[in-house]
């Protein structure tokens, strides 16, 4: 069989009904961010409407709809929609001691620098502050508060304000295994009184 005729076979056999892959211009979902196990859960959950915004800071900032009101002779109006001033920028954290580059807004960025730096921004406690961290602030948060310096502040300001220090992980998880513990033995006591006698159960 010469070389043209095997050639001449191969693409005879190739099917031409094969199955194409499927072409969308559609732009695939991001996917929602999750906090890790050993990171407390964030209060307030994802962002489920504005995505992008569980990947930085955006200080609660979100895509804004409304009107674009045509002035001239044709007037009328079209819908359009405002997206946020998203930059990416290189912020210094004086607990981590490194320099951070993160998306942020610049709404975000004017209380940054207001709050006096990234690290006084992440540590507010105001219930406004936290949820508008986002999921993304919220673990960056936590990475800030294990560092030793803020540690070091918070056994500062425990002992100014004459509080007790909070217990290690392992006393707490021995803590813990005594309250499960003690639990049982008292639903278990509570099982054994309610349970009928021999003679009850006759009559």
């Not at 981590?96 to 709404?107: D, H, S």
């Not at 507010?124 to 999921?135: N, S």
């Amino acid at each position: 069989m010469s070389f043209q005729s095997s050639l001449y076979t191969a693409f005879r056999s190739l099917s031409l009904t094969a199955s194409k892959r499927s072409f969308s211009t559609t732009r695939p979902a991001q996917k929602l961010p999750k906090v890790p196990d050993y990171i407390p859960p964030y209060p307030y959950g994802p962002n489920y409407m504005f995505r992008q915004s569980n990947t930085g800071l955006y200080g609660g900032a979100t895509i804004q709809f409304g009107n674009k009101i045509s002035q001239g002779r044709n007037e009328g109006k079209t819908r359009r929609f405002w997206k946020p001033n998203v930059r990416r920028k290189k912020l210094w954290s004086e607990a981590l001691q490194q320099f951070l580059f993160i998306k942020v807004t610049r709404k975000a960025l004017r209380t940054i620098r207001k709050a006096g730096g990234l690290d006084q921004y992440l540590l507010d406690d105001r219930p406004a502050r936290i949820k508008e961290l986002g999921v993304f602030g919220w673990k960056l948060r936590w990475q800030v508060m294990q560092t030793d310096k803020i540690q070091e502040q918070f056994k500062q300001e425990r002992k100014r304000l004459g509080l007790p220090e909070p217990p290690s992980f392992e006393e707490w998880l021995k803590q813990k295994e005594g309250e499960v513990k003690a639990q049982v033995e008292e639903h278990t006591n509570i099982a054994e009184l309610t349970k009928p006698t021999y003679n009850e159960k006759n009559h």
